[in-house]
């Protein structure tokens, strides 16, 4: 079966550094994405990670670990704005390249 | 950057009734659309791929006469709900994937639309 597990819930203060990690276990990998989604939203692309490394975009951070299945995001001077629920995504090697959800971290962002 | 349209963003029914929705890349071709269902505080299940002039792939469980897809253009994918009941009532959500990709394979998605089914 094809499976990804990530922490259910991760609190933090401003100001501070988070890191969220996902291992997989997928048939056909492609590559790992992840998307960012507040309550009642739509949800949003944030990195992309097909190689072994890291991938830096502003405030986050994304890695990948083929051979160990394993990724994550890393999210640093966190703002308030930043509580939502962070989703990591397998991108499957198939027909139509669809994605794989993980359950979602939800991340609460405190003063 | 990227856009998806997608309407409506609320829709209450009565049991029976098909409802449609629709979602469109606003400023982008999409080869490939997507329609997921989440429930509260869930993660997105990936309801069918819909693939512009064919027939859509439906995920083991989705009932393809129940949920009907149609993408008919480049810009446009619609999902039509039929017969629908309570147990029908969730957040819709469509996600667009550009027809040159890139190697990202990123999807914009629309708002989502939020069905009551009384």
């Known amino acids: 079966g094809q499976s990804l597990e990530q922490p259910s819930e991760v609190t933090a203060v401003e100001g501070a550094i988070v890191q969220i990690n996902c291992t997989y276990q997928?048939?056909?990998?492609?590559?790992l994405s992840w998307y960012q989604q507040h309550d009642g939203g739509a949800p949003t692309f944030l990195s992309y990670?097909?190689l072994d490394g890291l991938e830096e975009t502003g405030r986050f951070s994304s890695f990948l670990s083929r051979s160990d299945s394993y990724g994550y995001l890393l999210l640093q001077e966190l703002q308030m704005k930043d509580s939502a629920s962070y989703f990591c995504?397998?991108?499957?090697?198939?027909?139509?390249?669809?994605?794989?959800w993980g359950l979602g971290t939800s991340l609460g962002v405190n003063p | 950057g990227a856009v998806v349209s997608q309407h409506p963003s609320w829709v209450i029914c009565k049991s029976g009734t098909s409802v449609k929705i629709e979602c469109r890349s606003l400023?982008?071709?999409?080869?490939?659309m997507f329609w997921y269902r989440q429930f509260p505080k869930q993660s997105l299940m990936l309801m069918a791929t819909?693939?512009?002039?064919?027939?859509?792939?439906?995920e083991q469980g989705v009932e393809k006469d129940k949920f009907l897809i149609n993408h008919a253009s480049l810009t446009l994918s619609t999902l039509t709900v039929t017969s629908a009941h309570p147990e029908d009532s969730s957040f819709y959500i469509c996600?667009?994937?550009?027809?040159?990709?890139?190697?990202?394979?990123?999807?914009?998605f629309g708002a989502g639309t939020r069905l009551s089914v009384l």
């Open positions: 990670n097909a």
């Open positions: 819909s693939n512009e002039g064919s027939k859509a792939t439906y």
């Open positions: 996600s667009a994937r550009e027809v040159a990709g890139g190697t990202k394979n990123i999807q914009y």
């Open positions: 400023d982008f071709q999409a080869t490939t």
């Open positions: 995504a397998v991108i499957n090697a198939g027909n139509n390249r669809k994605l794989i």
């Open positions: 997928t048939s056909g990998f492609y590559g």
